[in-house]
């Protein structure tokens, strides 16, 4: 499309607006995108704010400190694999406290695009706990006192019936608002972002964000952007180059690993999905509708027992990977877990690779066990409704050492 065809009175890509919210005076207001259009994507946004607004030595868990989540010009646009998020502010628990970033899937980053906003930058500290709502360009400041205190889970089952099943919520838990330096936020349920971000937010007493966005994301050449969406789907997501093979001998590779975590294959199926199992088949390079069922995560998790519990492959906004896998296991909810369990990364099997992986013979329970998965779902829920998921699991093996 030549540039005489776009519309002046649009934003292309970039929504062009950033969210203020002050919770020492409870204030909103609104800046614009463009100083900050050069260092291109969420990661640059956020670091260029915090660069330019928090002093080098502020204590992070102090009023001074900012939090910003910040998206990116491709995000919510239709592009593949642009949905993450990234979280930056001053680090709670490295040497110097200096500037990190947490980054997260799920679907924040779409939401917070979709409602009109590139970045957000939360700033003081509320006196109360408090959760932000933002519905397009309205945002309001909302007591949380009923759900302070809640695990993750729970907390965005409360705010999604309070404010509607199609705001996205993202959340401490317990570990956050105790400031616990390993603390995450987790946003749609399963999706965690590290870094100790969720300690900063629990300083500030702000329990959750909670995000509708009803508006479209513009682009300059629409068609340019699909066909390139397509290629990108076919010929590098959807291909078998860069050494990613299939974990078993298939009709039509010529190589294979079993270290793969593209486990799909003849006869595996997604044995509790609506409607009747899903065989995940054989999934061959350049077919774009079939990527999703390349990497059954549970099976690679868990072994040939978590065939039975699983529901579906599940994972972020415009990601065809989906690469973590939703559960129903019955007995995680008796033992204190989640009934339907999952998460993007680590809590999927925390309790195989550290505990089982360290320990070895020194626990009773057998790797790929019907035992081994139970406790991973049992230890994957309680560490996410504490909000405690932590840079790849780095606490786990912790206690494993302990
Ligand atoms: S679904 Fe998995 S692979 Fe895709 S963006 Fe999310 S974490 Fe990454």
Redesign the pocket.
């Known amino acids: 499309m030549a540039d005489s065809k776009l519309d002046p009175g649009k934003s292309y890509g970039w929504t062009g607006k950033i969210l203020r919210v002050n919770l020492t005076d409870k204030t909103v207001s609104v800046t614009p995108t463009d100083p900050y259009k050069e260092y291109l994507g969420g990661m640059g946004v956020a670091n260029k704010i915090m660069y330019d607004e928090v002093a080098p030595g502020t204590d992070p868990l102090s009023p001074e400190n900012k939090v910003v989540f910040a998206v990116g010009p491709l995000t919510a646009t239709g592009v593949p694999?642009a949905?993450?998020t990234t979280i930056a502010s001053l680090s709670t628990y490295t040497k110097d406290h200096q500037v990190v970033d947490a980054h997260t899937?799920?679907m924040i980053g779409a939401a917070i695009k979709k409602a009109g906003w590139d970045a957000i930058i939360i700033e003081g500290a509320s006196d109360e706990p408090v959760y932000l709502k933002i519905d397009d360009d309205d945002v309001e400041i909302k007591p949380a006192d009923k759900v302070w205190g809640m695990g993750t889970r729970a907390t965005t089952e409360a705010l999604s019936r309070r404010e509607g099943t199609d705001f996205c919520v993202a959340t401490i838990g317990p570990a956050g608002e105790n400031l616990l330096p390993y603390a995450c936020i987790i946003n749609s349920r399963n999706?965690s972002a590290g870094a100790g971000t969720a300690s900063v937010l629990g300083s500030k007493k702000l329990k959750a964000l909670v995000v509708r966005g009803t508006q479209p994301i513009y682009v300059a050449d629409p068609q340019a952007v699909a066909d390139l969406s397509d290629y990108m789907l076919r010929e590098i997501v959807g291909s078998n180059n860069n050494h990613v093979v299939p974990s078993t001998q298939q009709e039509w590779a010529e190589y294979f690993d079993k270290g793969s975590r593209w486990t799909a294959q003849k006869g595996l199926t997604w044995a509790l999905a609506e409607g009747g199992p899903i065989e995940t088949g054989e999934p061959k390079p350049g077919e774009i509708n079939t990527v999703g069922y390349r990497?059954m995560k549970s099976f690679k998790d868990e072994g040939p027992e978590a065939e039975k519990y699983t529901i579906k492959m599940?994972?972020?906004h415009s990601?065809?990977?989906?690469?973590?896998s939703d559960m129903r296991v019955p007995a995680s909810a008796a033992n204190g877990g989640y009934e339907i369990t999952g998460n993007?990364?680590v809590p999927n099997f925390p309790f195989t690779n550290y505990m089982i992986g360290i320990l070895g013979d020194k626990t009773p329970v057998a790797a790929a066990s019907e035992d081994a998965l139970v406790w991973d779902q049992v230890t994957g829920s309680v560490m996410d409704d504490l909000g405690l998921w932590c840079n790849y699991g780095q606490i786990y093996r912790d206690i494993a050492h302990c």
């Open positions: 694999l949905g993450r899937g799920g999706h990497c599940d994972g972020c990601c065809p990977i989906h690469c973590y993007t990364c």
